[in-house]
């Protein structure tokens, strides 16, 4: 079993920057695959950023440029910073680990609103 903690969500206004925070422990061991999805009231959970442990990175084309994912492979931990935050990504952010299974933060909540 692998548990995730998200941190750093929060209210933000348009344009403005937050980072988002996960830490990952329990059965770490092999983890490859870390990232970020996200969900919108009334829509699908989506991709937001993906980062490998040799940090190699994927990013959904809506928040390329805008955001930047890094992990510390030391620390277990992955991170999301985003910025010119638009009203749009207003939605719960979860954590994403990979190891044999897939495991799933809480969620932490960023809104976007002046």
């Known amino acids: 079993q692998v548990q995730l903690v998200e941190s750093g969500g929060g209210l933000v206004q348009p344009g403005g920057s937050l980072r988002l925070s996960c830490a990952a422990s329990?059965?770490?061991?092999?983890?490859?695959?870390m990232g970020w999805y996200r969900q919108a009231p009334g829509k699908q959970r989506e991709l937001v950023a993906l980062?490998?442990?040799?940090?190699?990175?994927n990013y959904a084309s809506s928040m390329k440029g805008r955001v930047t994912i890094s992990r510390d492979n030391a620390k277990n931990m992955v991170y999301l910073q985003m910025n010119s935050l638009k009203p749009e990504d207003t939605a719960v952010y979860y954590c994403?680990?990979?190891?044999?299974?897939?495991?799933w933060g809480q969620g932490t909540q960023v809104t976007v609103s002046s």
């Open positions: 994403y680990v990979n190891t044999v299974s897939a495991y």
């Open positions: 329990g059965s770490i061991v092999g983890i490859n695959m």
């Open positions: 980062i490998t442990r040799a940090g190699f990175t």
